[in-house]
C-alpha cells in the first residue's frame, strides 16, 4: 500500500512539472510536424528573431504568425502597464517555484516508515496539484490582463488573427 501511493505522489509530482512545462509552450508543434528539423535551416527564413515578415504566412508547424504586441503599436501608458504586469508574473513563478522546491525536499525527506506516512503523502498529493492549478492560473490571468489594457481597435486586431 506505502509503495503505491508512493508511486502515486511520484507520478503526481512528475506529471505537475510537465504541466508546468507544457502550458509554458502550449501552442508549438511535435518535432513529426516540425519540416525543419535541421536548426540552421529553419532560421534561414528568419531575420534574427524578426519575425515581422511572417505575419499571415504558414510558420514551421503549419500555423498563421499571430498579431505580436509589438504589431500593435502600444503606447507608453500600455507598455508601462505590461511591464507592470510581466515583473508580476515573473515574482509568481519566482514564488510557485520556491514552493516546488519546498515540496519536492518534503517529499525527499518522506519517512516510509511514519505513522502518518499516508496522510503526508495525501498532503504532497494536493500541493502539487495546487500548484499545477497555480501556474495554469499565472498563463491565464497573464492573457486576460494583456488583452484587457489594449484599446477596443487592439483586441479586434488580436481577434481577427
Avoid: W
Avoid at 503526481?12 to 502550449?26: K, Y
Wanted: glycine letters at 6%; charged letters at 25%; one cysteine or more.
Amino acid at each position: 500500500m506505502r509503495k503505491q501511493l508512493f508511486v502515486g505522489i511520484m507520478a503526481a509530482v512528475i506529471g505537475a512539472g510537465t504541466l508546468v512545462t507544457g502550458t509554458a509552450f502550449a501552442g508549438g508543434c511535435s518535432d513529426q510536424d516540425n519540416k525543419h528539423n535541421n536548426r540552421p535551416e529553419m532560421m534561414q527564413y528568419h531575420n534574427k528573431g524578426d519575425r515581422s515578415d511572417m505575419k499571415g504566412k504558414p510558420d514551421a508547424c503549419g500555423k498563421n504568425m499571430p498579431v505580436t504586441l509589438h504589431d500593435l503599436n502600444l503606447s507608453e501608458a500600455q507598455q508601462d502597464q505590461l511591464k507592470q504586469l510581466m515583473r508580476q508574473k515573473r515574482n509568481n513563478i519566482i514564488a510557485l517555484n520556491d514552493a516546488k522546491q519546498d515540496m519536492l525536499e518534503d517529499l525527499r525527506d518522506l519517512d516510509v516508515q511514519a505513522a502518518d506516512y499516508d496522510e503526508q503523502v495525501e498532503a504532497l498529493v494536493v500541493m502539487a496539484q495546487n500548484q499545477a492549478a497555480q501556474q495554469m492560473r499565472i498563463k491565464t490571468d497573464e492573457s486576460r490582463n494583456i488583452f484587457e489594457i489594449l484599446t477596443p481597435e487592439q483586441q479586434k486586431q488580436v481577434l481577427e488573427q
